[in-house]
């Protein structure tokens, strides 16, 4: 017999212990018991086409509809072409000199297609593809073994080239023959509060379970625990956050904020107004606020985290607003000051009676201004710095910080974040304000961001104009890029400027990037700004922007641009955050396939901040059908940010919303849907926050304090409290 800690050599032998160790990092039992299948197959029941990545490892229930076969003209040998379908769709496999499938793939067989995703002749196919043959007694490798133990559903694992899903299927089968019964971790009070099923059994249903209902309950049982793994760990993170006291930070009726708060000459509107005072309350509290101010570009959230560090500055102390390039450091500091006008001019002729300083602090500053800015930030002249993450380093001191700002948060490292909690003094914690115009849905932020009390700015200033945007697909129309071209210098005819956006550099320092799913490269910067330089924009001013250029140099274009100065910028995502030029109308994202849903409603909110309408062409050379391209017809068809961070959540695969939380481990949310889940998170996050309450270190619950360390790792908690 075996354990949930024994390594899988002892259980499925050295050779399949190679395979799911190399390809996916399972090495024990309890690695592989808890890989569960990604979906399930039923006899008859083909799987949609429609939707595969190229580049990712696919597994498909599909029947054969033709299969031919004929001399190669370039090499020797033999091609064997089979034509496969859902029933809607068809998909190519192309098998190289392997002429003996022709008598296994017969047309009318149904089988379960495995291999990786590519793209041949704008058609996707799959290369040499591994099967599993469902209604005969033989395989690609010409055995039977594993057909015999498919009845009623079918399960299928996540998988890879050197391991088939049905390889998985037999290696969990053989494993759980082997273990004894698995102790549960759930409390026997937990259990029947919520009526969930044994763990022994779930463990074992989720794999074996021949029939929907099985399935279902071990599914229900399992998810569960996923939540309660990473709310136990957020829950005893707020415990111990709680424990720190911050900085009370009172209003003063008279002091900068009031002066600024007369000065405004608009009014706020009514969400600006709500979290302003949400804000200012939890300032005033004796334990550090983290909250997370959510809201779409423009909605004033600058405003808002100007006024709360205001409120900071009266209480004599210092506020930093932390952003994720220098670019945006530099133009925050000239926003801030731009509004307070003589407010920000302490020690200065002129300045307003209350004023305190600004101070911009960038790792590129030259040594004199470094200097003073260093300076300034530690004897408490400035009342607000500005920077990047230059300010969290241990070089740089604050005479009394208060209040910090990250804007964009997701741009920041794990250790950034970290950095900023011993800012205030060995004792106290500073406050936090976390903003991002990426909107998070409810459940994500209740799990990703549970930690942090969220508010959101849904309503848009007066003034903002619509936001066109289309698809070109330039693969199936090549036409349309000349046309997208043709409307940039339209706009610029208009008196009008644009954006061309890259998702590469093109220096010589630049790895071009992975091409082994057979796609080129990205586009880069240099060389598209070359080519439109000779070609279809000859004639109009052009400037590139960056991350490698120099400091100066950035800012230096960024001006040019924002003077009217130059026509169209041909950039990185650089311009993704916070730069402001409302004369720019016109955007064309290159390779706009390479960018996720919020990067790209992130840089479609550059354009039409002004008053003329906005145009935004995402091009793509990516075929119809894919899922890449349903997530480009998805921007395309919303100017929503809530509602297509929905849509970006429901397209994500298993395990990818907290996958990038674990600085590259292994995701521990398998079966747990952020988007269609949200009651049995908030039952998990009540749940939890009584059973830490009761036992901080969750001493009294071993089963517990074993299941958080083994789903929620270290990496992972630690990332989920900095957040």
Not at 205 to 210: C, D, L, N, R, V
Not at 240 to 252: D, F, G, N, T
Not at 575 to 589: L, R, Y
Request: with cysteine; hydrophobic share 40%.
């Amino acid at each position: 017999m075996v354990s949930m800690d024994s390594k899988l050599e002892a259980a499925v032998g050295a050779k399949s212990a190679k395979a799911l160790a190399g390809a996916l990092d399972l090495h024990t039992v309890g690695d592989l018991v808890r890989y569960f299948p990604r979906r399930y197959a039923e006899r008859g029941q083909l799987t949609d086409i429609a939707g595969l990545e190229i580049g990712e490892h696919a597994t498909v229930m599909a029947r054969v509809l033709s299969f031919n076969e004929r001399r190669m003209r370039q090499r020797q040998g033999w091609l064997s072409e089979v034509v496969i379908t859902d029933g809607n769709r068809t998909l190519d496999c192309t098998f190289f000199n392997q002429r003996h499938h022709k008598r296994v793939l017969t047309p009318g067989i149904s089988a379960l297609f495995a291999g990786k995703v590519s793209r041949f002749r704008n058609k996707l196919q799959l290369t040499n593809p591994d099967y599993q043959l469902l209604d005969q007694e033989e395989n690609a490798d010409g055995t039977d073994d594993a057909v015999e133990k498919f009845t009623g559903l079918i399960p299928v694992y996540p998988a890879a080239a050197t391991i088939q899903s049905w390889q998985i299927a037999k290696c969990v089968r053989q494993v759980l023959s082997m273990i004894d019964e698995i102790d549960d971790p759930m409390p026997a009070e937990v259990r029947a509060r919520h009526g969930l099923a044994n763990y022994d059994d779930a463990i074992r249903k989720i794999h074996t379970g021949s029939d929907w209902p099985t399935v279902q309950s071990a599914r229900a049982r399992l998810k569960w625990d996923e939540a309660m793994a990473v709310q136990l760990a957020l829950a005893q993170r707020r415990h111990q956050a709680l424990a720190r006291p911050a900085p009370e930070c009172r209003r003063r009726e008279d002091g900068l904020r009031a002066a600024f708060d007369k000065r405004l000459p608009f009014t706020l509107t009514d969400g600006q107004q709500e979290v302003g005072e949400k804000i200012a309350a939890d300032l005033e509290l004796q334990h550090p606020m983290n909250r997370l101010l959510q809201g779409e570009v423009g909605s004033g959230k600058t405003i808002v985290a100007l006024r709360a560090m205001l409120q900071v500055v009266d209480a004599g102390r210092q506020a930093a607003l932390l952003a994720p390039t220098e670019v945006l450091a530099a133009q925050h500091a000239r926003s801030l000051a731009s509004m307070l006008g003589d407010l920000a001019m302490a020690g200065e002729l002129g300045a307003s009676e209350e004023a305190t300083r600004i101070t911009l602090l960038t790792g590129s500053l030259p040594a004199k201004q470094r200097k003073q800015a260093l300076l300034d930030a530690a004897s408490g002249a400035a009342g607000i710095v500005v920077g990047t993450h230059a300010l969290i380093q241990d070089k740089v001191q604050f005479a009394d910080l208060g209040f910090v700002v990250v804007d964009e948060q997701h741009r920041f490292g794990v250790e950034q974040r970290d950095a900023l909690r011993t800012r205030a003094g060995e004792n106290t914690s500073p406050h936090v304000l976390v903003m991002t115009a990426t909107p998070i849905p409810r459940t994500v932020a209740m799990t990703v961001y549970g930690d942090l009390e969220t508010s959101s700015l849904r309503e848009l200033p007066k003034g903002r104009s619509p936001i066109n945007t289309a698809v070109v697909p330039v693969s199936e129309k090549p036409s349309w890029l000349e046309r997208a071209w043709q409307r940039v210098r339209e706009e610029v005819a208009a008196g009008h400027q644009a954006y061309v956006v890259c998702p590469r550099i093109g220096d010589q320092d630049e790895p071009p990037g992975d091409s082994d799913d057979g796609r080129r490269p990205p586009l880069a910067v240099l060389e598209v700004a070359e080519m439109l330089a000779e070609g279809p924009l000859r004639g109009l001013r052009l400037a590139v922007l960056h991350g490698r250029l120099p400091a100066d140099e950035k800012d230096a274009v960024m001006r040019a641009f924002a003077a009217g100065e130059v026509d169209v910028l041909v950039a990185t995502t650089v311009v993704e955050v916070g730069v402001d030029v409302p004369n720019s109308t016109a955007m064309v994202i290159m390779d706009a396939d390479r960018f996720g849903v919020s990067q790209l409603h992130q840089l479609r909110g550059r354009v039409g901040r002004g008053t003329a309408p906005g145009v935004c062409l995402l091009v793509t050379d990516m075929p119809g059908g894919t899922a890449t391209r349903e997530r480009l017809d998805a921007v395309a068809a919303t100017l929503d940010g809530f509602e297509l961070a929905r849509v970006d959540l429901e397209m994500r695969r298993e395990g990818d919303i907290l996958g990038a939380t674990q600085s590259g481990n292994r995701s521990a949310l398998r079966l747990l849907s952020l988007l269609r889940d949200e009651e049995v998170i908030g039952k998990a996050r009540e749940e939890a926050q009584g059973l830490v309450s009761q036992s901080p270190d969750l001493a009294e619950f071993p089963g517990l304090a074993s299941m958080v360390a083994s789903l929620v790792t270290d990496t992972k908690a630690e990332y989920l409290e900095k957040t």
